[in-house]
């Protein structure tokens, strides 16, 4: 008795999509098998046949086809071996549900069998009980294996069904296929042995299955081997792929490092040498002051002597010329003698010397080396491998970032600026504005200087400093992944994100209607269900809340969906900014030029006009954010600006 059951492998290739046409998706029929071991239908594989060629759809495996046709490819008698037990199952008589005898017609002369209750494996004929006690009790057919035909459709007897099986063939109908054709490698039947293979060398199935199974067993070994080292190679393709990311995260990182440290040198270079150009203004301005005082006074006392000479020689008489000829000689003699400037030195003119090699466009301050790696980089050498060149820039922009903080305040002849090839590489001048006294007045005048180049001298390294410099940390990319999900019925339209726990991103798609959940590297994780016909505009993550608008409404939901409270906004606004405060239990959201603060149980906190009441209405903020130190930043659409303000709304 066979134990009631199939092995696993049969059962799941008589349930599973085994037995289907890849082509026309229906059950196979009169299977043919390609060399690259794809089955079809012959007449499918008639429709693909072009030009004498055959592609395999699967594969893309381009097969020639033979002379005959493509009926002339292998028969897969494995298939059609589980197509037997697949049919067999079908029920029989479409009128009655129930299948007939095939003996009763045969035997009785009736025009239709009595119902079938039995089944015999051998030769596959389903049997009334009459039949079949008298199948049993046959010479011929006694030792037929009959089963219950319930038994046999419910898959007990599949695995006994496959060893009675026999493949016929298909010139000689009825004939089993028993014996192998050696020299031509094909199965024939009792009649075909005897035709054109008679003087061929031939042996039994079984026989020649045990002298062909070894080989087949060491070869299919073989591609197992393969599969491994193809898994192992696809494994080490990741992983190399995932280091060259994480490597150019890494040198994009130090690039930025490098350019922020050289450009806030380069900043405080000019902030000190432009310092020192005012202090030398200053210095000159205050010199030359001094100076035309002293030359006014002297002009003044030398215009009113010569005057008084002038009027005494034309008007007056003979002796009053001579009674004051003495004074006036002497007076004229002193003024004559002493200098008429006092001793002084020329302005020194500031010059601006820029050693070429930092600022030149033909010299390249990143410089970046590829070396090919046997093996992956160990963690301790994974910030040091193919940045030789990035490495050494930053302590030569330093350099030379130094030694123009040296030169710049020196005066410095004009030959050493007269070179025209170094005048093509000069930055743009910059213009500064001193005041000249002259007289009492006030003049103002335009100092222009050149920027060349910076010479290359050691500095120790500074790090940046943001806080009140002005600058702000460059963003480094890392990569980008697609947000569109299988199930999306539309194309994504991302309205807001917002950080989810420590390792997630919180992804608002108002098109799909959707909160969507995806790691840092772009795997994704999930949604946070929203209500149905809620399309998420703007989403921010509170401690164990998710805040999102849509629908001029204001939600609070858990992560798993359920909604613990909703507000009414303005209809007025198309879109409403949410955005959560650092303490993470409120969340503010803005509403029709102002910004309401909401606690996580619902109440309003606090309601501001970003600007005071003067400009309410003229602000609409489509990007609020918020700052550790409780002050509040929204793009204002209306006024094409940015505003920062406190929680009072100054």
Not at 281 to 295: F, G, Q, S, Y
Not at 586 to 598: D, F, K, N
Request: proline share 6%; charged share 25%.
């Amino acid at each position: 008795m066979v134990s009631k059951g199939s092995s696993p492998s049969l059962l799941e290739a008589l349930s599973s999509d085994f037995l289907a046409c890849k082509i026309c998706l229906e059950q196979l029929h009169t299977p043919k098998t390609l060399p690259c071991l794809h089955t079809y239908c012959q007449d499918c594989l008639a429709q693909l046949a072009i030009c004498g060629q055959v592609r395999c759809p699967e594969c893309r495996e381009t097969v020639p086809v033979p002379s005959e046709g493509v009926a002339a490819f292998k028969t897969n008698f494995f298939v059609n071996g589980l197509l037997d037990l697949v049919k067999a199952r079908a029920p029989g008589d479409l009128h009655s549900g129930k299948p007939a005898c095939a003996l009763c017609p045969l035997v009785g002369g009736k025009s239709s069998g009595g119902p079938a209750t039995a089944r015999c494996l051998d030769c596959a004929d389903d049997l009334c009980q009459a039949c079949a006690d008298g199948h049993r009790c046959s010479r011929q057919t006694h030792s037929h294996r009959v089963v219950d035909l319930v038994g046999y459709r419910a898959g007990w007897y599949d695995e006994e069904a496959r060893e009675r099986q026999a493949s016929h063939c298909p010139q000689h109908p009825g004939e089993a296929l028993c014996f192998l054709c050696q020299p031509c490698s094909q199965l024939l039947c009792r009649d075909c042995r005897l035709g054109p293979h008679l003087d061929h060398p031939c042996l039994p199935l079984a026989e020649a299955v045990r002298a062909r199974k070894p080989g087949l067993e060491e070869l299919l070994a073989g591609v197992d081997s393969n599969l491994v080292e193809l898994e192992a190679t696809r494994v080490a393709e990741k992983e190399a792929l995932a280091q060259l990311r994480e490597q150019a995260a890494s040198v994009g990182t130090q690039v930025e490092e490098a350019a922020e440290r050289i450009l806030k040198s380069l900043l405080a270079q000019k902030q000190e040498v432009l310092g020192q150009l005012r202090a030398h203004v200053e210095a000159a301005e205050e010199a030359t002051r001094e100076r035309l005082a002293k030359i006014e006074s002297q002009e003044q006392v030398a215009k009113a002597a010569a005057a008084f000479a002038r009027r005494v020689l034309s008007l007056g008489l003979e002796a009053e010329i001579l009674s004051l000829e003495g004074a006036i000689t002497q007076r004229l003699r002193q003024l004559q003698g002493s200098p008429w400037t006092p001793r002084s030195a020329h302005c020194v003119l500031p010059q601006l010397e820029l050693h070429p090699g930092l600022l030149d466009k033909n010299c390249h301050l990143f410089r970046l080396s590829f070396e090919k790696k046997e093996q992956a980089p160990k963690a301790s050498e994974k910030g040091s491998t193919g940045t030789q060149g990035e490495d050494e820039t930053p302590s030569q922009g330093e350099d030379e970032a130094k030694a123009g903080k040296q030169s710049g305040g020196q005066p410095v002849s004009k030959a050493g600026a007269s070179n025209p090839k170094e005048d093509k590489a000069q930055t743009p001048q910059e213009d500064e504005e001193v005041q000249i006294e002259r007289g009492g007045r006030l003049k103002k005048k335009k100092f222009k200087g050149r920027c060349k180049s910076i010479s290359r001298e050691s500095s120790p390294i500074l790090r940046p400093n943001l806080e009140g410099s002005g600058l702000l940390p460059k963003p480094v990319f890392s990569w980008s992944f697609p947000t569109r999900m299988p199930g999306d019925k539309r194309s994504p339209r991302i309205t807001g994100l917002c950080p989810f726990g420590p390792q997630e991103i919180l992804v608002a798609d108002e098109q799909n209607r959707a909160l969507k959940r995806f790691s840092l590297n772009g795997d994704y994780k999930g949604t946070v269900p929203v209500p149905e016909g809620c399309s998420p505009c703007s989403v921010a993550a509170l401690q164990s809340a998710v805040a999102f608008s849509a629908n001029a409404r204001l939600y609070l939901v858990n992560p798993e969906g359920d909604v613990q409270w909703r507000r009414s906004l303005s209809l007025a606004q198309s879109s409403h900014a949410v955005a959560a405060m650092p303490c993470g239990d409120r969340v503010a959201v803005s509403v029709a030029g102002h910004v309401e603060v909401y606690k996580k149980d619902g109440s309003l906190a606090t309601r501001f006009i970003p600007g005071g009441k003067a400009s309410r209405g003229q602000r609409a903020l489509v990007f609020l954010t918020t700052s550790l130190q409780g002050n509040f930043v929204g793009s204002d659409w209306q006024q094409n600006s940015v505003v920062v303000c406190d929680g009072l709304g100054q």
